[in-house]
Nanobody
Framework: QVQLVETGGGLVQPGGSLTLSCVFS????????MYWYRQAPGKEREWIAT????????KYADSVKGRFTVSRDNRQRTMWLRMNSLISEDTAVYYC?????WGQGTQVTVSS
């Protein structure tokens, strides 16, 4: 059974940083392109980052480009999202996705 588990969310002040983790289990991870999405209150789910299976390709939404960095370690079956210079508009539930599966999400709140 495929399972994705996100951790690392929390409350952070504007300008602060957080690193989210996504652990992938139950199926092949190394050959999967992985994604981060987020959903803010009252808004649709938004794609924010992609990392290819060997990390050769990384893409970011304009809203996070230059502030967020996606990475992965296939041996650890883990993907990360390093978020810097956080702003209130980054407040959302963050989800990882791969192979058609989704995690349960982790809440990130940016507030003073």
């Amino acid at each position: 059974q495929v399972q994705l588990v996100e951790t690392g969310g929390g409350l952070v002040q504007p300008g602060g940083s957080l690193t989210l983790s996504c652990v992938f289990s139950g199926s092949s991870f190394t050959d999967q392109t992985m994604y981060w999405y987020r959903q803010a209150p009252g808004k649709e789910r938004e794609w924010i980052a992609t990392v290819s299976s060997a990390s050769l390709l990384k893409k970011y939404a304009d809203s996070v480009k230059g502030r967020f960095t996606v990475s992965r370690d296939n041996r650890q079956r883990t993907m990360w999202l390093r978020m810097n210079s956080l702003i209130s508009e980054d407040t959302a539930v963050y989800y990882c996705s791969g192979n058609g599966f989704w995690g349960q999400g982790t809440q990130v709140t940016v507030s003073s």
